[in-house]
C-alpha cells in the first residue's frame, strides 16, 4: 500500500477552514487551503490539507476548539 | 469646511480603508466562501481577518461568534427578534436609539412586555431602577453604550453584572461606542453586542455586526433571514453553526476589507490614545459653548462621562435654522432635529424641537473646535 501523500480536513464552512488554518499556522503545522479534491465531497469548496504525519496534532489542535468537521481524509 | 457630523457616520475615514477596499476590488473581487479557487479564498481571507479584527477589538475568543450584517440595526432587530417571544419580557432605557426602541415597540404589539426604564434629564441611568424592573418573566435588559443625542455614557458593566446575578440576556448597543471606549464582553457582562462599522470605527457603510456570546441558546435564537451559505448546500434548511446561521446571501466582503483595515487602524492609534484625544476637544467644545449667553447645552457636560456628542440649543432659534447658518456662513455640518430617537429627547426636555448636535471624531482639530463655538457666539449675539 502507498503511503498518502496528504490529508485533508473536510468542513461545513470556508470561515471554519479559515479557523483551521489560523490555529494550525500557530502551531507551527505546515497547511495549505485547497479546493475539496474530487473524490471527497463537501459543499463550502474549500478544505485545509496538512501532511499526515501531523495528525495526531492536528487532532489534538481540533479538539481544543468546538468546530463541527466532517472528517480527515487521507489523498 | 469642518465636518461636525460624526455621530451620524464618520467622516474622513483613515487612507488604509481606501487601500484595502480598492485593493479588493482590484486584485480579489470573488465571492467569499463560495468556491476552492484562489480568489475565492483570498476573497474568504478578507472576510476571516474582518473577524479577527473584531473579535481583538472586543477580546472575543471566537472569531465564529461574530455574525456580520450591513449595520448596527440590522444587530439589533436579528438580536431581538431572534430571540424574545409572546410572553417575554424586556427591559430597555429612555435614552435609546429607534434602532432599539423600534423593534421593541414593533415585538411590543406582538405580545413581548418591555419596560421603559426613565433616564435623568442629563441622560443617566441608575443600574438600581434597572433591577427595580426585572419581573419573573424578564428575560433580557437592551440598553445603549452610550446616547446618540448627548454622549451620555450608559452603565453598561454594571447593568451587565446585574443581568448576570438575575440571568438574563445582556444586549449592549455600541453604536456609538466602540472603537472610542474599551469594550469586553466577559468582562462588562455582555451577551449580545451590536456594533456598527461606519461610525467610531471609521470604517465603511453598509457594515456592522452582532456578537453572540457564550451564554446565549443559540437552539432558540431563530434567523430573521435564510439563504445561501455556501456551506451544506445539500440542504434545504438554514446551517445551525455560526456564523452562517445568521449569515444568508453575499456579504459585503469589500466593506469587511474596509472595515477589517480601520480597525487595525484604531488598534495601532490605541483606543486609549483617540478616547484621549476626543476627551480634550469634548472638554474644549462643551466650556467654550457653556460660556456664551443664550445657549444652552444638555446633557451632563462633562467629557469624562460622555462620548465626543455634544447636543445644544441658542435660545431664540429653531435647530433648522442654526444648521442652515452654520452650513451656509461658517461651512460647519452638523445634524439637526430628534436624531431618530424621540426617547432620548423626550427625556432630556427638547421634544419635539429637537437640539444642535456636534459629533467631533478623531480628524477634528481644536481649531475647528475654536472656530466653532466663535461661530456659535456670533449667532447667540444676533439674537441679543
Not at chain 2, 207 to 229: H, M, N, Q, S, Y
Not at chain 2, 262 to 275: A, T, V
Not at chain 2, 342 to 356: C, E, N, R, Y
Request: aromatic content about 6%; glycine content about 8%.
Amino acid at each position: 500500500m502507498t503511503q498518502s501523500q496528504y490529508a485533508v480536513i473536510l468542513v461545513y464552512s470556508t470561515s471554519h477552514a479559515m479557523r483551521i488554518e489560523r490555529m494550525l499556522i500557530e502551531q507551527n503545522i505546515e497547511c495549505k487551503l485547497i479546493p475539496v479534491p474530487r473524490q471527497l465531497s463537501s459543499d463550502c469548496g474549500v478544505c485545509v490539507r496538512f501532511l499526515p504525519a501531523d495528525k495526531e496534532k492536528v487532532v489534538q489542535c481540533l479538539d481544543s476548539v468546538h468546530i463541527e468537521i466532517q472528517g480527515i481524509f487521507e489523498i | 469646511m469642518i465636518y461636525f457630523d460624526n455621530t451620524a457616520t464618520s467622516f474622513p475615514k483613515p487612507p488604509c480603508v481606501l487601500e484595502a477596499m480598492a485593493k479588493f476590488l482590484n486584485e480579489v473581487g470573488a465571492n467569499p466562501g463560495r468556491s476552492g479557487h484562489r480568489l475565492a479564498i483570498e476573497s474568504g481571507r478578507f472576510v476571516y481577518s474582518a473577524r479577527e479584527a473584531v473579535a481583538e477589538l472586543f477580546h472575543v475568543a471566537d472569531p465564529l461568534r461574530i455574525v456580520f450584517t450591513s449595520n448596527v440595526t440590522e444587530a439589533l432587530n436579528l438580536a431581538l427578534n431572534g430571540l424574545l417571544k409572546a410572553g417575554d419580557h424586556v427591559i430597555t432605557s429612555s435614552m435609546e436609539h429607534n434602532s432599539m426602541m423600534r423593534p421593541l415597540r414593533c415585538l411590543e404589539q406582538k405580545g413581548v412586555e418591555l419596560t421603559v426604564v426613565p433616564c435623568s434629564q442629563q441622560g443617566t441611568l441608575d443600574p438600581g431602577d434597572i433591577k427595580s424592573a426585572i419581573r419573573s418573566n424578564t428575560v433580557m435588559i437592551a440598553l445603549n453604550h452610550a446616547s446618540n443625542v448627548v454622549g451620555t455614557i450608559l452603565p453598561v458593566a454594571e447593568v451587565g453584572q446585574i443581568a448576570r446575578k438575575y440571568d438574563l440576556m445582556m444586549l449592549a448597543d455600541a453604536a456609538q461606542t466602540a472603537g472610542v471606549l474599551s469594550i469586553d464582553m466577559e468582562k462588562d457582562g455582555i451577551d449580545l453586542l451590536g456594533f456598527t462599522g461606519h461610525k467610531s470605527l471609521y470604517g465603511p457603510m453598509g457594515t456592522g455586526g452582532l456578537i453572540i456570546g457564550e451564554r446565549v441558546d443559540l437552539e432558540a435564537f431563530e434567523p430573521i433571514k435564510c439563504g445561501g451559505t455556501g456551506s451544506r448546500s445539500e440542504h434545504e434548511s438554514q446551517p445551525e453553526f455560526l456564523p452562517d446561521k445568521f449569515e444568508s446571501g453575499t456579504p459585503n466582503a469589500v466593506g469587511l476589507a474596509g472595515l477589517n483595515a480601520s480597525i487595525r487602524w484604531i488598534l495601532d492609534q490605541g483606543i486609549e490614545n483617540i478616547r484621549s484625544y476626543e476627551i480634550q476637544l469634548t472638554q474644549r467644545l462643551l466650556e467654550g459653548l457653556k460660556s456664551i449667553s443664550g445657549v444652552k447645552v444638555y446633557g451632563g457636560q462633562d467629557a469624562e462621562k460622555q462620548i465626543a456628542t455634544v447636543s445644544f440649543n441658542i435660545q431664540g432659534k429653531q435647530p433648522s435654522e442654526i444648521c442652515l447658518l452654520l452650513d451656509e456662513e461658517f461651512g460647519i455640518l452638523c445634524r439637526v432635529g430628534l436624531h431618530c430617537s424621540p426617547a432620548s429627547h423626550k427625556t432630556i426636555g427638547t421634544f419635539p424641537a429637537g437640539t444642535v448636535r456636534f459629533g467631533l471624531g478623531f480628524f477634528n482639530t481644536q481649531d475647528e473646535v475654536d472656530f466653532a463655538i466663535a461661530a456659535v457666539r456670533k449667532l447667540a449675539e444676533e439674537e441679543r
